[in-house]
Each structure stands twice: as C-alpha cells, then as structure tokens.
C-alpha cells in the first residue's frame, strides 16, 4: 500500500540514478565536506618499513636507482625538448629494501634550465654543453623585463663558467651524462596506489654535493620550532654508477600535510609562477599558482582567494589594523626573521616563490612553511634585520625586485652585474614569470605597526640560531655524519665544513654588532 501511494517518488528515484549512471559513467563524483580534512586523506594501504628509519642520523644509509636506458631518455628527451618533467618507472633499493616500479621524474626550474640551453647549457646540459638552444634564457623560463637588453658582447655561457648554473643559485652542475648529478623526484605511489615508503610517498634527491648550507638551514628551522622537512645524507648511485654524496628530503605530500600541525587545516604549495595577488573570485584562475596538497575537494584555494581579496582593497590602515584576523602574525615574523637570519634570498619573494601556506581551519588564520633552503646560508652575510636580501645573499637597496632588493652583492657572488645590466624594474616583466616580491612580506616589513613584533622575533631567532652558538654544535654533528664517497672525498667535505664554519661565524660577528 506504502509503495503504491508514494510510486512517484521511487520512479524519480530510479530516474536520477540512471541519469547520473549514463552521464558520469564510471567518474568519480568528488563531496565537498567542510569538517575534518584528514576524514578523506589518501588511504595508505601499503607501508612500506624498510630496515632503518631514513631519518636516523645516527646509522649510514645508501639509496640506489635502476632505471633503463630507454626510460631514463625518455625522461631526459621530454624535457629537454618540451620542458615536460615526464614521470618514469624505475627500481629503487633504500638502506637493502627494494621497492619496484617507482615512479621518478626530474625536479626543479633553474637548476635544471642548464639542460635546454638556459643559462649556458644545451642538450645533455652540464660542463662542455655547447652553446644555448634558442639564444639566452633566464632560469626556469624567466624572461626579461620589458625595456631591459643585454649588454653589447654580454656571453652568459661565459659567465656562468659552462652551464654550472646562474650565480648564486647553488653553483650546482648537472649533466645527463652523470644521472647521479640530476634533481630528481621519487614516488612511491606513481604506479601502485597508496604505496607509502616509512609513510612518505615521495622524496626529493638533492643536487650537489655536501650542500651544507641547506641541511643547515633545516635545522636551524627545526631547532627553532619552526615547520620544515626531514632529510637524511646518502651514498647515491644510479645504475651501478660511481657513488655520490647526496641529501634526500621528504617532499611534502598529503601525510605531511596532516601531521604538520596540531590542529586541521589546507596546504598550500605555491607554484613557481605564482604572483600571490588577487586576479578574481573565479577558482579556476589560480589553478597556476596554488596546489592544494590534502584534502582536495573541501577547501580548494577559496581561503587564499578570499585573504588575497582583503588584501588588494585593503588601505594601509586597515592592514595593520586587521592582518592579525586573517594571518598568524607571531607565526609569519618568525618566518620572515628566518630567511633574514639564513640570508635565503629565494624564499616566498624570492623569483623561485618558495614557500607553502597553512590555512588553519580552528583558527581561519594563514601561516607560511619555508621550503626549498637550498639558497640560504651562502653568499653575503652582513643583511640587517632591515635589510632586504637578493639571490646570491647579497643586500638589496631601493628599487630591488619587487622589493626583493637589487642585484646580489658583488662580493657575495664574486662577480659584478654586467655593465649595463641594472636591475628589471618592478612587476611581471612585460609578461613573463616574476622576478621576485611579494605583497604580504612587503606590506609586513613596510608597517610600523608590526615593526615590534618582527624584531623581537628576529632577536630571539638570532640569539637561539648564533648567539648560543647552535649552528657551530650543529655543523659539527653534520661533519661527523656526513658519508664520503666516490665523489666526495674526506678532504671535500673538511674544506666544505671549513667555509661554513667560517660563513657562521662572519655571520654572527656581523649582527652581534648591530
């Protein structure tokens, strides 16, 4: 009887299930839930242990790439010839543990421009290169300024002494020659869904080698309280290669999203050509400029929409008035104070736009977490609290980039800027990828209003990093640790642990004078 009152609303109902069947298909329909981000997180279904934890600095660990001819060029012809970072399958064995078809992909902008003709290097990249593809060519695909030219006689292959990447930026050189000397990126669920290796799914192999400066900078973030990554040192071989010294770093995904922090909330990664201004309310508008790393569906990017909006109509007074609303305050002068104190000249308004952002859901206030340190520590180190600091670590003046400061000092670099080469003016650059500047970290350290809480801040950091004299306790844990190899000698390292020390403490004699 029930049935053949209400027949009505069961016929609709078989209705809207065969009209969804037929026109989604086997597609997965995504809920939009606003609770707990972690109730949806990627399951890992599959842990891999391993024998030792990677993270233990206290044991030698050994990482291993298999990777066949044909897969490793074709990581290699994809981009070099379209600039497309092509995920391949390799083996990989980490402290005896064999884990197979593991996805592996190159990683990085201006350490890997080397490889199509950017900056001095041309296919096969590295020393020797030969001259590059298509003329000159900044760094992960920046371009010129409008109304900026290149000196008469300008050679940056010359400058940059064959390929071994721009000053400042590491002075790392790669080959596709040497695999062991390429950026690359592991993932372990690429091929096999949930597939986790001690709960990461991926990991980041470092170029260089010892790369003090950037384990440095980790710890130093860490022993502050300050959100960061793991690493660990490694004997590094590919395909049966001579071994390297390498540093690995855990790579932040959905688990490191969820475990970051005490409380729920979105990560954020900003991508590369990202300009962190407000460019409408449309979501698909920033599809370029943010990733969102957990809980994909609940949050999208409407939070950062949402505080970039406030922030482009908001006049001076209401910004100093009500940025605490929206941005963890205490959190982002420490984080600004860091990258002073580290002299990262490539931090979130740095042209690499480095940095991640955390939106608390308790709370509905923004963080920055520090990312990619590998420019930090080198180069100049007599930057104030005051001062900006451009790539290379040199201080920036008025009309830097975007208020990123002007060209790299040249004691920093060992080199001046050519002679008229000045500094691109400000924005995106007649259209290309920005060069650097970012509005929030500019608007921050412009305000009186938070000038208080930013040096506080910057003189306990200081105090905690230098003046206790951690970053020497932590340098000689590193010594200590740090393996040698076929492309590492013992002397290698002490001549690297002795131009740190010597970085360190030029560093710390120069604000302890302030």
Do not use: C
Not at 170 to 196: H, K, Y
Not at 352 to 367: A, F
């Amino acid at each position: 009887m029930s049935l053949r009152q209400h027949w009505k609303i069961a016929v609709a109902l078989v209705a809207f299930v065969t009209l969804v069947g037929s026109v989604f298909g086997t597609s997965r329909v995504r809920p939009y839930i606003t609770g707990d981000p972690t109730v949806i997180a990627s399951e890992i279904t599959e842990n891999i242990a391993g024998t030792i934890d990677l993270f233990d600095a206290s044991v030698d660990h050994e990482v291993s790439i298999d990777i066949s001819e044909v897969e490793y060029n074709d990581m290699i012809d994809s981009y070099v010839d379209d600039g497309e970072k092509e995920w391949v399958t390799a083996d990989v064995t980490i402290d005896g543990t064999v884990i197979t078809d593991v996805g592996v992909r190159l990683k990085g902008n201006s350490t890997l421009s080397a490889l199509r003709g950017g900056m001095g290097g041309g296919p096969g990249g590295g020393e020797g290169s030969g001259e590059p593809r298509g003329g000159f060519e900044l760094p992960g695909g920046f371009e010129l300024p409008e109304g900026v030219e290149l000196p008469e006689g300008f050679d940056p292959a010359e400058m940059l002494a064959g390929g071994r990447g721009m000053p400042g930026m590491g002075g790392t050189s790669i080959s596709t020659d040497d695999p062991t000397s390429l950026p690359l990126l592991i993932d372990f669920s690429e091929n096999v869904d949930g597939r986790a290796y001690q709960g990461m799914t991926q990991l980041s192999v470092r170029p260089g080698s010892p790369v003090l400066n950037e384990a440095m900078a980790l710890s130093l973030t860490d022993a502050t309280d300050q959100p960061t990554q793991r690493y660990a040192y490694t004997v590094y071989s590919v395909n049966d290669s001579a071994t390297a010294t390498r540093l690995l770093l855990e790579h932040p995904d959905e688990s490191y999203a969820n475990s970051l922090f005490d409380s729920d909330g979105y990560l954020y990664k900003a991508d590369a050509s990202s300009s962190f201004v407000y460019v409408g309310d449309d979501q698909a508008d920033y599809t370029d400029q943010f990733t969102q790393l957990n809980a994909e569906g609940t949050g999208d990017v409407q939070p950062i929409i949402s505080f970039l909006k406030w922030m482009d109509s908001a006049s001076d007074e209401e910004f100093d008035a009500h940025l605490a609303d929206r941005v963890d305050v205490d959190s982002f002068a420490r984080y600004v104070a860091t990258q002073n104190l580290l002299v990262n000249g490539d931090d979130m308004s740095g042209p690499g736009q480095n940095y991640y952002l955390w939106y608390d859901l308790d709370t509905k206030k923004i963080s920055v977490v520090s990312w990619d340190l590998n420019m930090a520590m080198q180069g100049g180190t007599t930057a104030g609290p005051n001062d900006t600091v451009s790539m290379g670590g040199g201080m920036g003046g008025p009309g830097g980039m975007r208020g990123q400061g002007g060209p790299p000092d040249a004691a920093a670099t060992g080199m001046a800027p050519a002679e008229g080469m000045g500094t691109p003016p400000n924005g995106d650059g007649g259209g290309g990828r920005s060069m650097g500047g970012n509005t929030l970290k500019t608007r921050f350290l412009d305000s009186d209003a938070f000038t208080d809480v930013y040096e506080a801040a910057y003189w306990d950091l200081y105090e905690q990093m230098y003046g206790s004299g951690l970053a020497f306790s932590i340098l000689d844990g590193l010594a200590s640790r740090v393996p040698a190899s076929d492309g590492l000698s013992a002397e290698s390292l002490q001549s690297s642990v002795d131009s740190m020390r010597s970085w360190i403490q030029q560093r710390t004699d120069a604000l302890e004078s302030l």
